[in-house]
């Protein structure tokens, strides 16, 4: 009974706290990672509070359960507030969604017999606004969603913007990465900011996968 309780409970908040035991069996790697991972979400040209919230962010977009808890954790120590949080959130999710949306410009041309080898262009994003005849209440609903979650709030447009370029480096969209980083760029933030940002995003996307291998002790145990 106890061994099927423990494989049915993939996801306990205690299974974290078993990421040490990583350092028994692959002690360089780790030390380097936790390294890294400081580094990235240190205090430099962006925020310790703003690393956080967008390491929020892309915890939500890898699915990660335990850098959730964890980051939002960090945020709170910060003094993030529940509504900046939430902003995030919602950052996270326009990017996440966006990124399946700019691919739809990819399903256009193949729908369309595309005789062309390159699969990305930038012209190809051209392409979005024929979405608005194929299913014009859907599109105006999401571009409506789209703006408000990037509009000024608790947090602000520049800040938003870097949450979405960290995000849209984590879908691996090149459409996101272009318009995102533009958008950052235009609400003055720096190059040397927007690189904060996608380093945060490095380290938690390897992070969520460094925090699953607790998952992986558990099944190698069983």
Do not use: W
Not at 19 to 32: D, G, M, N, V, Y
Not at 106 to 132: C, H, P, T, V
Not at 149 to 154: D, I, M, N, R, V
């Amino acid at each position: 009974m106890s061994t099927t309780q423990k494989v049915e409970s993939l996801y306990k908040k205690s299974n974290f706290r078993r990421i040490t035991e990583l350092k028994k069996h692959a002690p360089e790697q780790f030390s380097a990672f936790f390294d890294f991972n400081g580094k990235a979400l240190a205090e430099g040209k962006l925020s310790v509070k703003l690393k956080e919230l967008i390491a929020v962010a892309v915890a939500h977009v890898t699915g990660c359960p335990y850098c959730i808890d964890l980051h939002v954790t960090e945020a709170k120590k910060v003094e993030a507030t529940k509504e900046e949080v939430a902003e995030a959130v919602f950052v996270a999710t326009a990017l996440k969604a966006g990124s399946a949306f700019a691919h739809g410009v990819n399903a256009l041309n193949s729908f369309d017999g595309q005789k062309d080898d390159e699969l990305y262009k930038a012209a190809y994003f051209n392409r979005i606004a024929e979405f608005s005849k194929l299913s014009g209440d859907a599109f105006k609903s999401f571009i409506d969603f789209d703006k408000q979650a990037l509009a000024a709030g608790e947090l602000s447009v520049k800040e938003k913007e870097l949450i979405a370029v960290a995000v849209a480096h984590t879908t691996g969209c090149p459409y996101c990465i272009d318009l995102h980083t533009k958008a950052a760029k235009k609400a003055e933030a720096s190059l040397e900011e927007i690189s904060e940002a996608v380093f945060v995003a490095v380290a938690l996307k390897a992070g969520s996968a460094l925090a699953h291998s607790v998952n992986a002790l558990i099944a190698y145990d069983e």
